[in-house]
T-cell receptor, first 114, second 111 residues
Framework: DTAVSQTPKYLVTQMGNDKSIKCEQN?????MYWYKQDSKKFLKIMFS???????INETVPNRFSPKSPDKAHLNLHINSLELGDSAVYFC?????????????FGPGTRLTVT | KQEVTQIPAALSVPEGENLVLNCSFT??????LQWFRQDPGKGLTSLLL?????REQTSGRLNASLDKSSGRSTLYIAASQPGDSATYLC??????????FGAGTTVTVRA
């Protein structure tokens, strides 16, 4: 009964390809996030959705497009992958959109672009 | 924007010693601070969330304190064990509700 799950766990692909990462949470939370952890281990927020609406959109290339079909799912689609996109991408969820409640993280998706 | 710093970047202690992990933040209007644990190749596990109205939060061998006036939070781990070896991250929200993370402190507990 994993709280926040992501698929795939590993993704190896070539430059120029388009790929998607899926995230699901079974915690009943209203807010979901995508974070990127680079090679230096810094975690930075990319997007946040609350009740399927985009509420945080950091300075991220347009090649990244999140989609939330319902409150329990937040997917990340990446077009025209570049070498610099290689990183670990984490999905997270929380009961609120204001950073008041705890955030729960998925296991991460390690993306390698060759 | 909230800036979060964790020093030292790495720490190695013998088993049984108490661990003290430091976290500094720039915006004293912070309304909570969360501590996470990250094992190699794994996701983040939430350890403690301490609200600004609290000075301390405890869970088992873990104790987190928050001092808004000095811009500091400390995570204490009592009687460390080899299983405590991991990277510990702290994170606090800024007034735009985004969580800012420190770079983490990687802890090694030697048996």
């Amino acid at each position: 009964d994993t709280a926040v799950s992501q698929t795939p766990k590993y993704l190896v692909t070539q430059m120029g390809n388009d790929k998607s990462i899926k995230c699901e949470q079974n915690l009943g939370h209203d807010t979901m996030y995508w974070y990127k952890q680079d090679s230096k281990k810094f975690l930075k927020i990319m997007f946040s959705y609350n009740n399927k609406e985009l509420i945080i959109n950091e300075t991220v290339p347009n090649r990244f497009s999140p989609k939330s079909p319902d409150k329990a799912h937040l997917n990340l689609h990446i077009n025209s992958l570049e070498l610099g996109d290689s990183a670990v991408y984490f999905c997270a969820s929380s009961q609120d959109a204001f950073g008041v409640r705890e955030q729960y993280f998925g296991p991460g998706t390690r993306l390698t672009v060759t | 924007k909230q800036e979060v710093t964790q020093i030292p970047a790495a720490l190695s202690v013998p088993e049984g010693e108490n661990l003290v992990l430091n976290c500094s933040f720039t915006d004293s209007a912070i309304y909570n601070l969360q501590w996470f644990r990250q094992d190699p190749g794994k996701g983040l596990t939430s350890l403690l969330l301490i609200q600004s109205s609290q000075r301390e939060q405890t869970s088992g061998r873990l104790n987190a304190s928050l001092d808004k006036s000095s811009g500091r939070s400390t995570l204490y781990i009592a009687a460390s064990q080899p299983g405590d070896s991991a990277t510990y991250l702290c994170a606090g929200p800024s007034n735009d509700y985004k969580l800012s993370f420190g770079a983490g402190t990687t802890v090694t507990v030697r048996a």
